[in-house]
């Protein structure tokens, strides 16, 4: 019996041979000690590459609403001051005279902000053009200038030194608001009277301006028969959006929906830009600035 077993024990070895070792490395084997094999350790690579571009894209998401919050905010606080101003000055509203209307000896009309801000002029770098002790000014209720900025506005201005600096404001007010320089045949406001009588149910006072048309004090929009004119074109660099306050004293963060206004930001003064009439985003902004009187443009 013995024997037998023995026989068997060896034919068994002659009909299979002595067993090849596994290949480290091939696929479907894994390597002794219960290592990843190479493909399996491509897959956990891209899988954590996935997750990691998920991630940084959600916190530049958060990013950017922080920054149109905090921009908000600013809204909030400047017109909170412009109805302060109003309410100590017998219902009229802040002067908005921009710097191209001087005076005939050639100084300027009081203004909540004087000179212009275009890129490589020194005013909009001049802390006391915009919150200085003087007629108009917002400064005694505010008593900073950081409000005046947004915080996601990064354009720099190259001034007569070589040297780029950051200027202080990124906001404008309503061309028609406190001002009647230039005129034409639109509703005017210069009272909180005027804006309670007036035709629109929403008035905006200020709005966040793009980078490459912030100017004087105040934006301007113009109605023709065809199109309409953004001479100062808001912004739109809170992912898509901008932001707007009202004479209420609320404020809002708005998406535009025209592709044609969301215009990326080159460093030079850009001149204003012309869009369909019946554009929603320059609809959106005319109906909450001002309204024709010419019966010709059929204003409704």
């Known amino acids: 019996m013995h024997a037998l077993a023995q026989h068997r024990e060896a034919g068994a070895g002659a009909a299979f041979g002595p067993r090849t070792p596994p290949v480290v490395g091939a696929p ?52 909170l001051a412009w109805s302060l101003y109003v309410d100590d000055h017998e219902d009229r509203l802040v002067p908005n005279y921009p710097a191209l209307c001087g005076k005939p000896d050639g100084t300027w009309y009081p203004s909540w902000a004087l000179g212009r801000s275009r890129y490589g002029d020194a005013a909009g770098t001049n802390i006391d053009y915009l919150i200085g002790q003087r007629e108009g000014s917002l400064g005694p209720y505010l008593g900073m200038d950081r409000v005046f900025k947004c915080p996601a506005d990064r354009s720099l201005s190259k001034m007569a030194d070589g040297r780029l600096y950051p200027r202080l404001r990124s906001y404008s007010m309503n061309r028609f608001m406190g001002s009647t320089c ?19 149910r929403e008035v905006c006072v200020f709005m966040d301006i793009h980078e490459d048309h ?87």
């Not at 404020?251 to 204003?272: K, T, Y």
Request: charged content about 15%; proline content about 6%.
């Open 28 to 79: 479907g084997v894994r390597p002794a000690g219960g290592g990843f094999t190479l493909i399996e350790l491509l897959v956990v690579i891209a899988i954590i590459g996935l997750l990691a571009a998920l991630l940084l894209a959600s916190l530049r998401g958060a990013k950017s609403q922080a920054l149109a919050v905090a921009c908000l905010n600013n809204f909030k606080q400047i017109t």
């Open 182 to 200: 230039p005129g034409g045949p639109m509703v005017n406001y210069m009272t909180r009277s005027d804006i309670d009588a007036g035709p629109r």
């Open 214 to 300: 912030l100017d004087t004090c105040n934006y301007s929009i113009i109605l023709d028969y065809n199109v309409g004119t953004f001479e100062t074109l808001p912004t739109s660099r809170h992912d898509g959006k901008g932001v707007l306050s009202y004479a209420d004293g609320s404020a809002e963060i708005h998406r535009w929906q025209d592709a044609l206004i969301i215009q990326p930001v080159s460093g030079v003064q850009a001149p204003g830009l012309s869009v369909p009439r019946s554009s929603p985003d320059f609809q959106y902004v005319w109906q909450r600035t001002t309204k024709s009187t010419d019966p010709l443009l059929k204003d409704e």
